[in-house]
């Protein structure tokens, strides 16, 4: 089960289409290597213009706040909560209508930029930090797993991770100078991965 599966909520229907189309979209990659996906997001157009231009199935619309509300009667052995929860005004219901589609064998991955994530406090520092127009909230290797505990989740693995290089040379200069610092702090990377499982 692929969470928010259309992606990047900056971005125009018409580039997320494009991506899609281009095989360009992590759902797409899921989708290939999975012998079954549902993929959920609640822009409905999205969704609808993917399934009508595309033929994707197993696509649903819904709120990931509101899972109580989908009529589907199943579990999963991955949930992927990619760059999501960042976004929720109320993200302990969407933790707790995700329980409802896992077994004690279900792994919930989940990524989020890191609160103490090497890039994001250097940005912050010079004056140049800009973070997605839909954030609200920020997490760090501390307040995920207590956050998760709080709705019978529990972590199993918790990684600091960045993004492949950007195309630009001076951009890919920046990053190469600072792949060996965050070697060496592996918590401030960018990006926490984590790996969790219902508790209940």
């Given at each position: 089960m692929h969470l928010g599966f259309v992606g990047e909520a900056d971005e125009s229907l018409?580039?997320?289409?494009q991506a899609f189309g281009e095989g360009q979209v992590l759902h797409t990659h899921l989708t290939r290597a999975a012998s079954e996906g549902v993929g959920l997001d609640r822009d409905k157009h999205a969704v609808q213009s993917i399934q009508s231009r595309f033929g994707e199935r197993g696509l649903i619309v819904g709120d990931v706040e509101?899972?109580?509300?989908?009529?589907?009667?199943?579990?999963?052995?991955?949930?992927?909560?990619?760059d999501l929860i960042e976004h929720l005004s109320c993200p302990g219901l969407a933790l707790d209508g995700i329980r409802?589609?896992?077994t004690p064998n279900s792994e919930l991955i989940i990524s989020t930029?890191?609160?103490f994530g090497l890039p994001a406090n250097l940005r912050f520092t010079l004056g140049r930090f800009r973070d997605g127009k839909e954030h609200v909230a920020a997490y760090s290797q501390i307040t995920l797993p207590a956050l998760?505990?709080?709705?019978?989740i529990k972590m199993t693995e918790l990684h600091a991770c960045f993004n492949r290089p950007?195309?630009?040379w001076n951009k890919r200069f920046a990053f190469a100078l600072g792949i060996?610092?965050?070697?060496a702090m592996p918590d401030r990377g960018g990006t926490l991965l984590a790996v969790a499982a219902s508790d209940v």
């Amino acid at each position: 089960m692929h969470l928010g599966f259309v992606g990047e909520a900056d971005e125009s229907l018409e580039k997320k289409l494009q991506a899609f189309g281009e095989g360009q979209v992590l759902h797409t990659h899921l989708t290939r290597a999975a012998s079954e996906g549902v993929g959920l997001d609640r822009d409905k157009h999205a969704v609808q213009s993917i399934q009508s231009r595309f033929g994707e199935r197993g696509l649903i619309v819904g709120d990931v706040e509101h899972l109580e509300q989908l009529p589907l009667d199943r579990t999963f052995d991955v949930i992927l909560f990619a760059d999501l929860i960042e976004h929720l005004s109320c993200p302990g219901l969407a933790l707790d209508g995700i329980r409802r589609f896992m077994t004690p064998n279900s792994e919930l991955i989940i990524s989020t930029p890191n609160a103490f994530g090497l890039p994001a406090n250097l940005r912050f520092t010079l004056g140049r930090f800009r973070d997605g127009k839909e954030h609200v909230a920020a997490y760090s290797q501390i307040t995920l797993p207590a956050l998760l505990e709080r709705h019978q989740i529990k972590m199993t693995e918790l990684h600091a991770c960045f993004n492949r290089p950007p195309q630009s040379w001076n951009k890919r200069f920046a990053f190469a100078l600072g792949i060996p610092v965050l070697k060496a702090m592996p918590d401030r990377g960018g990006t926490l991965l984590a790996v969790a499982a219902s508790d209940v």
